[in-house]
């Protein structure tokens, strides 16, 4: 039913991505004193807030693009292939934007998978269904297709300054079409920005007559018999590819994406938001001369949440008052990270929010003091404290005594549980995902060269930035506490997952030991092979040249050499791995370049983490942990717990070496590697516990294979198995890898990298390998079907305990990103269901080691691997207790047993397998 607002209601809609590069490109380069860039930035709102001035919309919004974490587009290949690749200095200064457009309080949209016009249209849609008035400001053409009785779209025809405003008049003027048919001239013609290529022999024009007589695509397919055989052909021959076509060029208006129109209302220009970022930036003379000269209004927000900045003596008092006098729940937040923590604020019921700032104030309390008065509220099993990131506080001595029944919420772990495809942790990305707006750190700290250090901000900044993120804080946590209960998630929540954060931690406190000759050997090796490589590339293509540089590559593989691959890319376009892959099936130039290339970015990666590697307990704070884990999907549902430390950095890099397409480099690296590795304790020894084809056992229970969970039963290896059902050529490939593909943990594209294959050539294997599994496991198939099935009518997979993955790129218009996205869909809930039984061994563990009954400590998470230091006279004493825990835990989890697999070594390549007599049922 539609619901109309007032009739003067305008909506103006901003392509925040389109007018970022108009304004990149139409104002001359300019940056700061300290060299950070600005022209991008001052453009971007100088037009906004003239065009705010002169349209006076009563409601405003910007919508971007979001892809989806890289660990999930590397299958796009050739989505926006055509597209040049966007400037350093433009892709620096968005984030900038973005933080001053939600500083002005406009509000910001984007969905996960989807283009921000996808966004626009989605906006638009609901917008004029309510009766309002709709403004599309874009550079793109394509949002033409969007207009129509109450949606209008401004676009650009030269500069900045020289607009066009599009209504449906004016949209069939220009094309002779009417909007809706816009998306089938691009299926027809072609657009080679998104790899469009459309119907061959169908042009422009042609496509014009035709729709224009026919009216729609679906409608001239349908009339074929009518058209002349050189129209009638080839329409015929590629049909599919036009309906695809059509989608890809088709701006989605029906999005999951719910608008709160009154955040979105539109009450004036905020300066007192924005003059810190301008006057930062140095822009502070466009931000006077635009209020000045243009007529807009100015509206200054209600204040900030009242703050009360505490030291010394007095402080403490407070302080200590507000543990003992109230029960109230309580928010902390420590703010820094690493070596440089600022201050701590908390909140409490109605109260004012007290900030203890560990500098700049006379007196200032110190951390420990700080603690030390509230620590009796930390250890309060009646009380709740909601924090944020509450690993980064266990990493600190601060934390002794403070434990998971002591009553904590972690809305970064809740926030992963509710949906665990969100890797970002960070406080103003969880809030913003649950619709919650609160100043990010680059509004406060800047970014690029411009950025200074919180200890450099003053403290009233602090308190007013500080105060808003408490009370975001309290109003996220309640959402998400709701959340989990309403969802059946709250035991596993308070059980597992929390409980996870003291494990991480211990890792990290302890500190995994990395023998640093070894590192400096493994990084000294790596460099000579790759200088050898690059050595022989030259040497092949005739001479000296920049190997790294895409224009003299090119010259050398298909001008010098004359190799003629189909898809040479053209004016210096970077030469990918899919063109190596087919330069190495014409000349040898193609694997030795494939290995060069390899070793180079292996090395770069070992090069930014070794100081993490040096120093693994402040791995957490390093947002280069951030990136995603190589190896496997499962680490990354671990939690922001396992994906933000030195955990996860190891097994990153592991995941890197077994990614080398060269066989015996792969496994003279991964074993120099794994032997950095070893026991803090000279006389303890490394052990590690897991279970053996964990994902194969989840599957097949997952699916209720009959055949496969008898297979189990018998105790049979069912991976060699599968190995023999699978064609020669992929039988040589190793087991874990090949296992990752057939459970879809890895894409084409990474199967295609591991194997020196092309993308083609990967595709081929890959469905090779997943109809031998399907035809002996039907089961297997009959499951990843109903999982996809599910995806596409709920938007979500599950894991056995409930844990949801979230998929809105099933729906993408894109074919690349749909194709991912159904193959997470068939595969993600084996990999959280993993995951979990995983989290409860870690727990359960980290239970039996605090109450003394195992004599062993944690060294490291590898893969799906728990590595333990133990004394080697008690190894078997420490397996049955273990065993003895997660046999109650976890018998009833399973229909198929769940057999344990232990080794020990001073090392974790020289290790002997430990006999063990029973598997767990």
Same mark, same amino acid.
């Given at each position: 039913?539609?619901?109309?607002?007032?009739?003067?209601?305008?909506?103006?809609?901003?392509?925040?991505?389109?007018?970022?590069?108009?304004?990149?490109?139409?104002?001359?380069?300019?940056?700061?004193?300290?060299?950070?860039?600005?022209?991008?930035?001052?453009?971007?709102?100088?037009?906004?807030?003239?065009?705010?001035?002169?349209?006076?919309?009563?409601?405003?919004?910007?919508?971007?693009?979001?892809?989806?974490?890289?660990?999930?587009?590397?299958?796009?290949?050739?989505?926006?292939?055509?597209?040049?690749?966007?400037?350093?200095?433009?892709? !620096?200064?968005?984030?900038?934007?973005?933080?001053?457009?939600?500083?002005?309080?406009?509000?910001?949209?984007?969905?996960?998978?989807?283009?921000?016009?996808?966004?626009?249209?989605?906006?638009?849609?609901?917008?004029?269904?309510?009766?309002?008035?709709?403004?599309?400001?874009?550079?793109?053409?394509?949002?033409?297709?969007?207009?129509?009785?109450?949606?209008?779209?401004?676009?650009?025809?030269?500069?900045?300054?020289?607009?066009?405003?599009?209504?449906?008049?004016?949209?069939?003027? *220009?094309?002779?079409?009417?909007?809706?048919?816009? &998306?089938?001239?691009?299926?027809?013609?072609?657009?080679?920005?998104?790899?469009?290529?459309?119907?061959?022999?169908?042009?422009?024009?042609?496509?014009?007559?035709?729709?224009?007589?026919?009216?729609?695509?679906?409608?001239?397919?349908?009339?074929?018999?009518?058209?002349?055989?050189?129209?009638?052909?080839?329409?015929?021959?590629?049909?599919?590819?036009?309906?695809?076509?059509?989608?890809?060029?088709?701006?989605?208006?029906?999005?999951?994406?719910?608008?709160?129109?009154?955040?979105?209302?539109?009450?004036?220009?905020?300066?007192?938001?924005?003059?810190?970022?301008?006057?930062?930036?140095?822009?502070?003379?466009?931000?006077?001369?635009?209020?000045?000269?243009?007529?807009?209004?100015?509206?200054?927000?209600?204040?900030?949440?009242?703050? $009360?900045?505490?030291?010394?003596?007095?402080?403490?008092?407070?302080?200590?008052?507000?543990?003992?006098?109230?029960?109230?729940?309580?928010?902390?937040?420590?703010?820094?990270?690493?070596?440089?923590?600022?201050?701590?604020?908390?909140?409490?019921?109605?109260?004012?929010?007290?900030?203890?700032?560990?500098?700049?104030?006379?007196?200032?309390?110190?951390?420990?003091?700080?603690?030390?008065?509230?620590?009796?509220?930390?250890?309060?099993?009646?009380?709740?404290?909601?924090?944020?990131?509450?690993?980064?506080?266990?990493?600190?001595?601060?934390?002794?005594?403070?434990?998971?029944?002591?009553?904590?919420?972690?809305?970064?772990?809740?926030?992963?549980?509710?949906?665990?495809? @969100?890797?970002?942790?960070?406080?103003? @990305?969880?809030?913003?995902?649950?619709?919650?707006?609160?100043?990010?750190?680059?509004?406060?700290?800047?970014?690029?060269?411009?950025?200074?250090?919180?200890?450099?901000?003053?403290?009233?900044?602090?308190?007013?930035?500080?105060?808003?993120?408490?009370?975001?804080?309290?109003?996220?946590?309640?959402?998400?506490?709701?959340?989990?209960?309403? $969802?059946?998630?709250?035991?596993?929540?308070?059980?597992?997952?929390?409980?996870?954060?003291?494990?991480?931690?211990?890792?990290?406190?302890?500190?995994?030991?990395?023998?640093?000759?070894?590192?400096?050997?493994?990084?000294?090796?790596?460099?000579?092979?790759?200088?050898?490589?690059?050595?022989?590339?030259?040497?092949?293509?005739?001479?000296?040249?920049?190997?790294?540089?895409?224009?003299?590559?090119?010259?050398?593989?298909?001008?010098?050499?004359?190799?003629?691959?189909?898809?040479?890319?053209?004016?210096?376009?970077?030469?990918?791995?899919?063109?190596?892959?087919?330069?190495?099936?014409?000349?040898?130039?193609?694997?030795?370049?494939?290995?060069?290339?390899?070793?180079?970015?292996?090395?770069?990666?070992?090069?930014?983490?070794?100081?993490?590697?040096? $120093?693994?307990?402040?791995?957490?704070?390093?947002?280069?942990?951030?990136?995603?884990?190589?190896?496997?999907?499962?680490?990354?549902?671990?939690?922001?717990?396992?994906?933000?430390?030195?955990?996860?950095?190891?097994?990153?890099?592991?995941?890197?070496? @077994?990614?080398?397409?060269?066989?015996?480099?792969?496994?003279?690296?991964?074993?120099?590697?794994?032997?950095?590795?070893?026991?803090?304790?000279?006389?303890?020894?490394?052990?590690?516990?897991?279970?053996?084809?964990?994902?194969?056992?989840?599957?097949?229970?997952?699916?209720?294979?009959?055949?496969?969970?008898? &297979?189990?039963?018998?105790?049979?290896?069912?991976?060699?198995?599968?190995?023999?059902?699978?064609?020669?050529?992929?039988?040589?490939?190793?087991?874990?890898?090949?296992?990752?593909?057939?459970?879809?943990?890895?894409?084409?594209? *990474?199967?295609?990298?591991?194997?020196?294959?092309?993308?083609? $050539?990967?595709?081929?294997?890959?469905?090779?390998?997943?109809?031998?599994?399907?035809?002996?496991?039907?089961?297997?198939?009959?499951?990843?079907?109903?999982?996809?099935?599910?995806? *596409?009518?709920?938007?979500?997979?599950?894991?056995?305990?409930? *844990?949801?993955?979230?998929?809105?790129?099933?729906?993408?218009?894109?074919?690349?990103?749909?194709?991912?996205?159904?193959?997470?869909?068939?595969?993600?809930?084996?990999?959280?269901?993993?995951?979990?039984?995983?989290?409860?061994?870690?727990?359960?563990?980290?239970?039996?080691?605090?109450?003394?009954?195992?004599?062993?400590?944690? !060294?490291?998470?590898?893969?799906?691997?728990?590595?333990?230091?133990?004394?080697?006279?008690?190894?078997?004493?420490?397996?049955?207790?273990?065993?003895?825990?997660?046999?109650?835990?976890?018998?009833?989890?399973?229909?198929?047993?769940?057999?344990?697999?232990?080794?020990?070594?001073?090392?974790?390549?020289?290790?002997?397998?430990?006999?063990?007599?029973?598997?767990?049922?």
């Amino acid at each position: 039913m539609t619901t109309n607002t007032e009739p003067k209601s305008k909506l103006f809609l901003i392509d925040g991505n389109g007018l970022a590069y108009r304004a990149f490109y139409a104002v001359p380069p300019v940056q700061t004193a300290n060299g950070y860039p600005t022209n991008a930035v001052a453009g971007f709102f100088e037009l906004m807030i003239r065009l705010l001035a002169k349209e006076k919309p009563t409601h405003v919004a910007v919508a971007f693009d979001k892809g989806v974490p890289t660990e999930r587009v590397a299958d796009y290949h050739d989505f926006n292939a055509q597209r040049v690749e966007m400037p350093e200095d433009l892709a !620096s200064q968005l984030p900038t934007i973005e933080d001053m457009i939600r500083a002005l309080g406009i509000q910001v949209f984007r969905v996960r998978g989807h283009q921000g016009d996808d966004c626009l249209g989605t906006i638009a849609s609901q917008a004029a269904e309510r009766g309002m008035e709709v403004l599309i400001l874009s550079g793109d053409l394509d949002l033409l297709q969007l207009v129509g009785p109450r949606v209008q779209v401004m676009t650009f025809r030269r500069g900045l300054t020289d607009l066009m405003v599009y209504d449906e008049e004016t949209v069939k003027k *220009r094309f002779n079409l009417l909007p809706y048919q816009l &998306a089938d001239l691009r299926a027809l013609a072609g657009d080679s920005s998104e790899n469009i290529t459309g119907v061959p022999g169908i042009g422009e024009v042609t496509a014009k007559k035709l729709l224009s007589q026919h009216g729609s695509l679906d409608d001239l397919l349908n009339s074929l018999d009518q058209l002349p055989a050189k129209w009638r052909n080839p329409l015929s021959e590629h049909r599919a590819e036009a309906l695809d076509f059509r989608t890809r060029a088709a701006i989605r208006t029906n999005l999951d994406l719910m608008v709160d129109w009154e955040q979105c209302q539109f009450r004036g220009i905020s300066t007192l938001r924005i003059k810190d970022i301008f006057a930062r930036l140095e822009l502070t003379e466009l931000m006077t001369s635009l209020l000045e000269h243009e007529a807009i209004d100015v509206h200054e927000p209600s204040a900030a949440p009242e703050v $009360e900045v505490l030291a010394g003596k007095k402080g403490k008092t407070v302080l200590t008052n507000l543990v003992k006098k109230s029960k109230e729940p309580i928010e902390l937040m420590l703010l820094g990270s690493g070596d440089e923590w600022v201050g701590l604020i908390v909140g409490c019921g109605d109260d004012s929010a007290k900030l203890i700032p560990f500098y700049g104030v006379e007196s200032a309390l110190t951390a420990d003091e700080v603690i030390k008065v509230l620590r009796p509220a930390l250890k309060d099993p009646e009380r709740r404290k909601n924090v944020h990131n509450m690993r980064a506080f266990l990493m600190m001595e601060l934390s002794d005594g403070v434990l998971p029944e002591h009553n904590f919420f972690d809305v970064a772990i809740a926030s992963h549980l509710i949906d665990s495809v @969100e890797g970002n942790p960070w406080f103003d @990305e969880v809030c913003r995902r649950h619709s919650i707006e609160i100043p990010g750190e680059g509004a406060l700290l800047g970014r690029g060269a411009a950025a200074r250090k919180l200890s450099q901000v003053p403290v009233d900044e602090l308190s007013r930035w500080a105060g808003l993120r408490i009370q975001g804080l309290r109003r996220v946590a309640q959402s998400l506490e709701n959340r989990l209960r309403a $969802e059946n998630m709250w035991d596993q929540f308070s059980a597992v997952d929390l409980p996870l954060a003291w494990v991480y931690a211990q890792m990290e406190r302890t500190g995994a030991v990395l023998e640093q000759k070894q590192l400096d050997d493994f990084a000294k090796t790596l460099k000579e092979k790759r200088d050898v490589c690059h050595a022989q590339v030259q040497k092949m293509g005739g001479g000296k040249f920049d190997v790294d540089d895409p224009r003299e590559l090119a010259e050398v593989l298909f001008d010098k050499l004359g190799l003629a691959v189909p898809s040479r890319p053209k004016n210096g376009s970077p030469i990918g791995p899919d063109v190596v892959a087919q330069v190495a099936t014409l000349h040898p130039i193609g694997d030795v370049l494939r290995d060069y290339r390899s070793l180079r970015d292996l090395l770069e990666s070992f090069q930014k983490a070794r100081p993490l590697l040096a $120093e693994p307990r402040y791995g957490w704070f390093h947002r280069l942990a951030q990136n995603p884990v190589a190896s496997s999907e499962r680490l990354l549902w671990m939690g922001p717990g396992a994906v933000g430390g030195a955990v996860a950095t190891f097994n990153r890099l592991l995941g890197e070496i @077994e990614l080398l397409p060269n066989s015996t480099y792969r496994q003279e690296f991964e074993e120099m590697f794994l032997r950095a590795l070893g026991a803090r304790d000279p006389k303890r020894t490394l052990m590690g516990v897991s279970y053996t084809q964990l994902p194969l056992r989840v599957a097949a229970h997952l699916a209720q294979d009959a055949e496969l969970i008898k &297979a189990f039963g018998r105790g049979e290896d069912v991976e060699q198995v599968l190995f023999h059902l699978l064609p020669e050529e992929i039988q040589q490939e190793t087991g874990r890898e090949i296992l990752d593909v057939l459970l879809g943990s890895i894409g084409r594209h *990474r199967f295609a990298q591991s194997q020196g294959l092309s993308l083609a $050539e990967a595709g081929d294997r890959m469905r090779q390998s997943l109809k031998s599994l399907y035809d002996r496991y039907p089961g297997l198939h009959t499951y990843a079907d109903g999982q996809l099935n599910q995806a *596409r009518t709920m938007g979500f997979v599950s894991s056995i305990r409930g *844990r949801r993955r979230s998929l809105p790129e099933i729906s993408s218009r894109n074919s690349d990103i749909r194709s991912t996205a159904e193959r997470v869909a068939r595969s993600a809930a084996i990999q959280a269901s993993s995951a979990d039984i995983l989290k409860v061994v870690l727990v359960e563990i980290h239970q039996l080691i605090l109450s003394a009954k195992l004599p062993a400590t944690f !060294s490291l998470q590898l893969r799906d691997e728990v590595i333990l230091e133990v004394d080697p006279k008690h190894h078997l004493r420490v397996l049955k207790e273990i065993e003895r825990v997660l046999d109650a835990r976890l018998k009833d989890v399973l229909r198929v047993p769940l057999q344990t697999r232990a080794r020990m070594g001073t090392d974790l390549v020289g290790t002997q397998e430990i006999e063990l007599a029973v598997a767990v049922h």
